[in-house]
């Protein structure tokens, strides 16, 4: 799961981007000018050692990433090349499409997204952040009047506490530690609750068991057997309103697929925030772009989603009202024909799909501009 020990202990150390001197996306120029002047003499020099074996691991990576992508010699030689002289990792190159050195000046790093956000949002890296629980979540959002599926049960160690009569339904179990669509299970046709309880999974384990949704009459070109959502970043701004960031639409890219993510192959693409309509859409982790759905034929390339403004509106609303605790968070909202829904917020939304997406880096809208706010009020 996305919150257990060896995650925490993978995002302990923050890389140091660079040597002895700081390089980095342009709106990150102050924290790390404040970081290098605080360093003691030892952190100074594990940072000067890592640094060095991340520019020694350079070439390998570039090999390794050369040869997953199907990409040429031309590309592996001008990777190491950027990677070398802006401190960057070779897969970051291939996913976000740098082709030159100054594109990077807006791309915050992969590597440098877990210090930065365990700077801004120190309760998502605890034991009481609710965003990492499901059952949790559901309960704060409940408790607001905030519009998601409706809970039917949660499962505890194989026992089950109804919370609704599931008998006709189509309904959806999620581990309420889960992320990236890990464990989610459709359960169709629920006939009663003896027929819900004996499709549970035994053992050991939370689960949150709720209405499945059926998305927006709009979308169903693109949805097929997945809930499309969309990912919509809100951190709070200079006087403390949150504020849309960034947003990207995942939908499913083949037939047969129970969820959107796009670590289970799924499609994603930038949504213009004023607006909402929908940019070019390309896989995670590489493959081309799509202007239409490869298994359709829908148009995705201007479409627009539908109750945008709706859906900006209830992010806005959920952060403020009962989720202030935190300074962003990356919010799944599924566009339904009820109107725009909660699925589940993200204290760690991660800087890879928005960057890949939109084809820009974070760093030069107002998620740079944010980020860097917060991080100068951090001591």
């Known amino acids: 799961m996305g919150y257990d020990r060896f995650y925490f ?41 890592v640094g060095l074996a991340f520019k020694a691991w350079i070439p390998w990576r570039a090999a390794k990433v050369q040869k997953r992508f199907g990409l040429d010699e031309a590309w592996r030689t001008r990777a190491i090349e950027i990677a070398r002289v802006r401190f960057a990792d070779p897969n970051d190159l291939a996913l976000f499409r740098i082709t030159d050195a100054a594109q990077l000046d807006d791309y915050i790093r ?32 409940e408790a607001a009047s905030l519009p998601t599926p ?65 998305p927006h009459p709009s979308l169903l070109g693109l949805a097929l057997d997945a809930l499309p959502t969309v990912r919509i970043v809100t951190m ?86 009962a989720f202030a605790d935190y300074a962003l968070i990356g919010w799944d909202v599924a566009l339904t024909p009820d109107g725009p829904m909660l699925i589940e917020g993200n204290g760690k939304p991660g800087v890879l799909m928005p960057q890949r997406a939109a084809r820009q880096g974070l760093g030069g809208g107002r998620y740079g501009a944010l980020l860097a706010y917060h991080l100068a009020l951090k001591p």
């Not at 202990?9 to 120029?29: F, H």
Request: glycine share 12%.
């Open 236 to 321: 709070v701004d200079e006087v403390g309103a949150p504020e849309a960031v960034s947003a990207t639409f995942r939908f499913a890219s083949v037939a047969g697929a129970r969820v959107d993510n796009m670590k289970a192959g799924g499609l994603i693409c930038a949504v213009d925030l004023p607006i909402g309509t929908l940019g070019l859409a390309c896989k995670g982790y590489g493959g081309g772009d799509h202007a239409v759905h490869p298994v359709t034929g829908a148009t995705i390339i201007g479409r627009k989603l539908p109750d945008w403004a709706a859906a900006k509106g209830l992010v806005r609303r959920a952060h403020a009202e």
């Open 9 to 49: 202990l993978n995002k302990a150390y923050g890389i140091y981007p660079g040597v002895t001197t700081p390089v980095s996306a342009r709106c990150l120029t102050a924290h790390y000018a404040r970081r290098q002047t605080r360093r003691g003499p030892l952190r100074a020099g594990l940072d000067a050692l």
């Open 110 to 141: 992969r590597y440098e997204d877990a210090a930065l956000n365990r700077r801004i949002n120190p309760l998502g890296w605890t034991s009481r952040c609710v965003l990492a629980d499901k059952a949790r979540f559901q309960a704060r959002c």
């Open 150 to 214: 409706r809970t039917v049960a949660i499962v505890r160690d194989s026992r089950l506490d109804l919370k609704a009569d599931p008998a006709g339904r189509d309904l959806v179990l999620k581990p309420a530690d889960g992320e990236g669509g890990d464990g989610v299970v459709v359960l169709e046709k629920v006939k009663n609750a003896a027929d819900l309880s004996a499709r549970l999974p035994k053992g050991r384990g939370v689960f949150v068991v709720q209405d499945r949704l059926l």
